[in-house]
Structure formats: structure tokens, C-alpha cells
């Protein structure tokens, strides 16, 4: 089982910025896809941001592409998403998800989760 280990959010207003982190400890994860995905109240969970960590492919959502970035850093086995401009649109529970590298980037099967931390935007 691969365990992943969230870090971030919280309550900010419009306009400020966040960082979420996300690490696998005690795990190599050289050839995998990582990411967050979020999931607003009554909506369905969807994708922000995927990085790959061998080569550094990311893939962005229409949505936050420009505020957000994705980034990795391989001998922490961790991934960071920085959101910049935040907008009250941007409020959702955020996952860390990962998987082995197989399928492309966009793709939204993934085996492992996070617990989930929430972010909240204000107006």
C-alpha cells in the first residue's frame, strides 16, 4: 500500500495564494504520476493538476491553468501545487493522488489517495 501524506490549505481570501504539499514516505517514486484532484460540495471530484516524475510532463485543468503549478522534487518523493489568484471557485476538498506511469497524463484512473485537505476561498 502507498501511503500519501497531505499537507496545506486552509481559509484564505480572493486573490491570495496557497501551497499544498504531498509526500510518499519511505517510497521511491521515480515512475509514477502524481497530482491533485479537488471535489467541490455536490459536485464530482475532478482534475487540477498531474505531474509526472520522470521528465516533469504536467498536465493542468483548463480551470486553473496560469494560477496554478505543479511541482515536483523526486529524492523527497514529494509533489507541491502552488496556487496563485485564488477565486472562491477554487473551494473543494484537494487529493493527492498517485499512480505507476501507464496511461497519459489526462487520464483519471488513479491507485492511490490521499485523506484529503480542504481549502476554502473566500469572497
Known amino acids: 500500500q502507498v501511503e500519501l501524506v497531505e499537507s496545506g490549505g486552509g481559509l484564505v481570501q480572493a486573490g491570495d495564494s496557497l501551497r499544498l504539499s504531498c509526500s510518499v514516505p519511505?517510497?521511491?517514486?521515480?515512475?509514477?504520476?502524481m497530482g491533485w484532484f479537488r471535489q467541490a460540495p455536490g459536485k464530482e471530484r475532478e482534475i487540477v493538476a498531474i505531474?509526472?516524475?520522470?521528465?516533469?510532463?504536467?498536465y493542468y485543468a483548463d480551470s486553473v491553468k496560469g494560477r496554478f503549478a505543479i511541482s515536483k522534487d523526486n529524492a523527497k518523493s514529494t509533489i507541491v501545487l502552488q496556487m496563485n489568484s485564488l477565486e472562491p471557485e477554487d473551494t473543494a476538498v484537494y487529493y493527492c493522488?498517485?499512480?505507476?506511469?501507464?496511461?497519459?497524463?489526462?487520464?483519471?484512473?488513479?491507485?492511490?489517495w490521499g485523506r484529503g485537505t480542504q481549502v476554502t476561498v473566500s469572497s
Open positions: 493522488a498517485a499512480r505507476i506511469s501507464r496511461v497519459s497524463l489526462s487520464s483519471t484512473n488513479y491507485e492511490y
Open positions: 519511505g517510497r521511491t517514486v521515480n515512475h509514477y504520476d
Open positions: 505531474i509526472r516524475m520522470t521528465g516533469g510532463s504536467t
